[in-house]
């Protein structure tokens, strides 16, 4: 589980937006100039591994930054866009960026720290918003969730793709938790309509009150930000009929509906097709989740 300590001293950040942008092009460009914070024990653990550089390897910033959505989804968008134009197809150089640990080996040690100086957090910028602190807490333990349940089903499929597939489903809600710390106003009216009437889709209330949907935000930065072919497409469910893009979309489905247990009227559904995607009776596909979430 993700803790979020208390922060440091406050920052300066840019004022929350209250109103809807007009299309999908304009809230691209908003959030392609808006500063992305990370959570403050990112924060810190990347200022202690500042003052000890020369000890410091890729092992170990990816084990400061891969627990934190926002400072990864930062981290690759960053080495995505160094990459030269004449590489931007290629298949190998586009590996590099598919991960944490392998943007950070493509980037280097001393570019990093040279490139990402003291970071803002999302304590800070949401100082006055403990609504949306709350919600991002929640989407944090969500991640995880998803996080941890994509791996038990790449593990059992074999898949070879399997620490892509752990990233776009951490990364699956980056763009929901960057309306949380720049719109929260327009969020928590979204959050309160679906509390109303469960029974909306999240992309009809999103329409509703954005003018467009956040799965489409999220497939326009990562495109505008040129990460990894791979993870892009891992991340887009609209190509849930692919095996891997499946087990990203169902593992950030059930983590959703079990994180206030195991009783939500969806569950028997997102069994039944995990059941299909594992090649498993529905019964033993419910066991393996059970298992999973206990961490066996």
Known sequence: MVEI???????????YRTEPLPDLAAWTRYFVDAEIPVLAATAQALEQLRAIEDDVDAAMLAKAIQTDPLMSIKLLAFVAGKRKPSILNDEGADAKTDTVTSALVMLGIAPFFRHFGPQPTLEDR??????????????????????????????????LDVDVILQAAFLHDFAEMLLWCHAPTLA???????????????????????????????????????????????????????????????????????????????????VDAIAELLNAPPRIALAYLHKIDRGG
Not at 145 to 152: K, N, P, Q, T
Request: glycine share 2%; no cysteine; charged share 25%.
């Open 188 to 270: 928590l009216a979204i959050h309160d309509a679906q509390s109303a009437d469960p029974t909306l889709r999240s992309a009809t209330i999103q329409r509703s009150l954005l003018n467009i949907e956040l799965d489409d935000l999220a497939q326009a930065l990562m495109q505008r930000w040129r990460l990894s072919t791979l993870l892009v497409r891992l991340s887009d469910t609209r190509h849930a009929e692919q095996a891997a893009v499946r087990n990203v979309v169902l593992a950030v489905r059930v983590a959703r509906h079990t994180m206030q247990g195991w009783d939500n009227a969806a569950l028997p559904d997102d």
């Open 126 to 159: 949401l100082r006055d918003q403990p609504q949306a602190l709350d919600a991002m807490r929640e989407l944090l333990r969500r991640a995880e969730r998803a996080r941890m349940f994509a791996l038990g089903f790449a593990v059992h499929r074999a898949d």
């Open 5 to 15: 300590p208390p922060s440091a001293a406050p920052v300066v950040a840019a004022p």
